[in-house]
C-alpha cells in the first residue's frame, strides 16, 4: 500500500481532536444454541479512533429512518462494516466511551482494494442500550 492519509491526516487534527482508544468488535458470523437463539460472534481488536459529532450530511443520511437515537461520527483506520444483508457482513460494534456503539451506517471508504481492506472509513454509530446484568 502507499501513502497513508489517515496517519497523515490524523497527526494534523490530533491537535484539535485527539484519537481516542477504542475496541472493534468485528462480526464473523454467529451460532445459532440449541435453543434456537442465535449468537452472535466477534473478534475484538484495538483502535484508535476520531469521534465527532454528526454533521448535517451526516444526519440527512439517516434522516428517513426517525432514530430517535445517540449518533457519532467516527473514522477509524480498520475495517469496519455497517449491516449489508446481501454481502452478509457487517454488524461489526465499537466500544468507546463507556459504552458499545453498532455501527449503522458506512458513510466513505478511502483506499478499498479488491480484497476489501480499507485504509479507513468514516461511519455513523448509534449508542446501544447496556446489557441487562
Given at each position: 500500500?502507499?501513502?497513508?492519509?489517515?496517519?497523515?491526516?490524523?497527526?494534523?487534527?490530533?491537535?484539535?481532536?485527539?484519537?481516542?482508544?477504542?475496541?472493534?468488535?468485528?462480526?464473523?458470523?454467529?451460532?445459532v444454541n440449541?435453543?434456537?437463539?442465535?449468537?452472535?460472534?466477534?473478534?475484538?481488536?484495538?483502535?484508535?479512533?476520531?469521534?465527532?459529532?454528526?454533521?448535517?450530511?451526516?444526519?440527512?443520511?439517516?434522516?428517513?429512518?426517525?432514530?430517535?437515537?445517540?449518533?457519532?461520527?467516527?473514522?477509524?483506520?480498520?475495517?469496519?462494516?455497517?449491516?449489508?444483508?446481501?454481502?452478509?457482513t457487517?454488524?461489526?460494534?465499537?466500544?468507546?466511551?463507556?459504552?458499545?456503539?453498532?455501527?449503522?451506517?458506512?458513510?466513505?471508504?478511502?483506499?478499498?482494494?479488491?480484497?476489501?481492506?480499507?485504509?479507513?472509513?468514516?461511519?455513523?454509530?448509534?449508542?446501544?442500550?447496556?446489557?441487562?446484568?
Amino acid at each position: 500500500m502507499g501513502l497513508n492519509l489517515f496517519t497523515l491526516a490524523g497527526a494534523l487534527c490530533a491537535q484539535a481532536v485527539p484519537p481516542q482508544a477504542a475496541v472493534l468488535h468485528a462480526s464473523t458470523g454467529s451460532t445459532v444454541n440449541a435453543d434456537g437463539s442465535v449468537t452472535p460472534l466477534y473478534t475484538a481488536t484495538p483502535v484508535q479512533i476520531v469521534v465527532q459529532p454528526p454533521g448535517p450530511q451526516d444526519l440527512q443520511l439517516v434522516e428517513g429512518l426517525g432514530q430517535q437515537a445517540e449518533l457519532r461520527v467516527v473514522y477509524v483506520n480498520a475495517p469496519v462494516h455497517a449491516l449489508s444483508r446481501a454481502l452478509q457482513t457487517g454488524g461489526d460494534i465499537l466500544e468507546f466511551s463507556g459504552s458499545d456503539w453498532l455501527v449503522t451506517r458506512s458513510v466513505e471508504d478511502w483506499a478499498a482494494d479488491t480484497s476489501g481492506e480499507s485504509e479507513w472509513v468514516k461511519v455513523v454509530v448509534t449508542r446501544q442500550l447496556p446489557a441487562s446484568a
